[in-house]
């Protein structure tokens, strides 16, 4: 392990670690949790990121290095939790060259009291010539979202080689544009994925069948408003950044085959039992296949900029530690997996950080092994220890640990949570037996959206206190999981006080992971 460790001495991370030791802030550790994670949000709001990405000189548009002409011939689309937001930014910074624009946003976005948009910087102008439409209630696709795709495919598909065309696009836009290829239903359509889903398919199966069967992801809005200019400016929320991924990729050319999706309808054993409009749509590969031996000049008229991220998101968390004396370390932006294999990851790390002594070969031969089961690369997971080992032993002060994704929670009851609560209750449960604070660690998860399933609350923090807490108010830790019930746990638990509530961010770069880690 040592000589693993050895690698990293000279990382650039190390040089400003011994630089000097944090003094750290009088706030509590609640407290500065909440602020690491209020900063990471900050950071991916959605005027904010197009501001950082769209430059205005004089009569042309600066994105990504490329110049592109304004002459009144800009038109937006957009779908997406953010993209209302990003439409109110894009709209001041080249809202003279504006002609025409439609973007669909969720259900009662604008109307929510929780929501961030009662702030006027996060709205449209008044009179402005942006269509806006609300649909997808509950995040799924609807008949206001399809009117809204329609709408969106019409107005591209009247574009000429003069126009310039700005996609926005963030989280949830894949609902927000359904369009399914006649004679095919948005019914049929999610019961085909639905129960696609229901047999254990991944996203990528689910997203090769979803491609088949629309009109606009896949390259498909691209190819609509060819031969225009086509910019997308991206917020994304997942893993990685996969282009073809994102709003299942509606400026990214399908490279899916027919029999990729025959492949994976035959898998799960739905091939006999499509709807008769599904087979129709299969069985003619050209009406739904995108791709075309001119597939070469379109691409070059078409650019995908990822202008906010996770990796973003931590960055700027990383800063705001800094600010209140906590050393970042940021880990991965890529956490998946179950959220118990996750938990008992961040639980080693805390041991590992805040042992006395030097950390059993155990715990190190552990991690090593968990790491890549939760989507952390081995690589990134030595460098972390190695911080965390020498910050340790040389007394370098606290760190601020984080790290992004999503994990993943088995379904066992029917209780309320997320991802973000039960995975907290997990840690939790990990730490248990370390100090409490201001000496132990202090764990917070939260989703970037501010919404953690079906609940008000983000996530949670939590720390070694959690089950000799719920003990001493009578809270049966196991009965929550079980039920995977952890917003009534935490609603519960001290009256609610370790809940993450920030309302509605009409932002999504996934989850935020902060593990404070005070000084030994």
């Known amino acids: 392990m040592a000589r693993v460790f050895s690698l990293f001495s000279s990382h650039p991370l190390l040089t400003f670690v011994r630089r000097r030791k944090p003094t ?139 126009d310039l065309l700005l996609v926005l696009i963030s989280g949830g836009g894949s609902a927000l544009l359904p369009a399914p290829i006649p004679p095919i239903s948005l019914q049929e359509k999610l019961d085909v994925t639905r129960r696609l889903a229901a047999a254990g398919a991944t996203i990528q199966q689910l997203n090769t069948v979803r491609l088949a069967l629309s009109l606009l992801k896949g390259g498909g809005l691209a190819q609509y408003a060819h031969p225009a200019q086509v910019v997308a400016l991206i917020l994304s929320d997942v893993i990685g950044d996969p282009l073809d991924l994102i709003a299942s990729g509606p400026t990214v050319q399908n490279e899916v085959g ?133 910050g340790r032993t040389e007394g370098w002060g606290a760190t601020c640990l984080l790290a992004g994704g999503e994990p993943t929670v088995k379904l066992t009851g029917k209780g309320r949570g997320g991802r973000n609560q039960e995975l907290a209750l997990q840690v939790g449960l990990e730490l248990r037996g370390l100090e409490p604070p201001p000496i132990g660690p202090v764990f917070l998860s939260g989703g970037t959206d501010g919404q953690d399933g079906p609940t008000e609350a983000a996530g949670a923090i939590t720390d070694a206190r959690l089950y000799e807490e719920a003990q001493a108010q009578g809270l049966d830790v196991d009965h929550f999981l079980i039920n995977n019930d952890s917003y009534t746990f935490f609603s519960q638990l001290s009256a609610g006080q370790h809940l993450v509530v920030p309302g509605l961010t009409c932002t999504n770069v996934m989850d935020v992971h902060v593990l404070l880690l005070p000084s030994i």
């Open 24 to 162: 750290l802030c009088k706030m509590s550790m609640d407290s500065r949790a909440r602020k690491v994670f209020a900063a990471a949000v900050e950071a991916v709001q959605p005027d904010t990121v197009v501001r950082h990405s769209v430059e205005r000189k004089e009569d042309s548009a600066i994105i990504d290095g490329h110049k592109f002409p304004l002459k009144h011939n800009l038109h937006i689309v957009g779908f997406g939790k953010a993209v209302l937001g990003m439409a109110a930014e894009t709209e001041r910074i080249l809202g003279d060259h504006l002609v025409k624009g439609v973007i669909s946003v969720p259900h009662m976005i604008k109307h929510n009291k929780n929501s961030h948009f009662h702030h006027s910087h996060l709205l449209l102008k008044d009179n402005n010539c942006i269509k806006v439409i609300e649909g997808a209630k509950h995040n799924l696709p609807d008949a206001n979202a399809q009117m809204a795709a329609e709408k969106i495919k019409h107005l591209a598909s009247e574009l000429t080689e003069k």
């Open 258 to 390: 027919p029999e990729d999706v025959l492949l994976v309808l035959e898998q799960y054993k739905l091939l006999n039992s499509l709807p008769s409009s599904v087979k129709d749509v299969l069985g003619r590969p050209g009406t739904w296949c995108k791709v075309s031996e001119d597939e070469t000049d379109k691409a070059e008229h078409v650019l995908n900029v990822v202008i906010g991220s996770n990796s973003v998101a931590l960055k700027h968390a990383g800063l705001c530690a800094r600010e209140l004396g906590f050393r970042p370390v940021i880990l991965s932006p890529g956490v998946c997996g179950d959220v118990r294999l996750v938990s008992r990851l961040y639980g080693l790390l805390a041991r590992f950080a805040c042992s006395r002594e030097e950390p059993s070969p155990d715990i190190s031969a552990e991690l090593l092994r968990l790491g890549p089961e939760v989507g952390v690369q081995t690589w990134d997971l030595c460098r972390t220890m190695q911080v965390l080992g020498e």
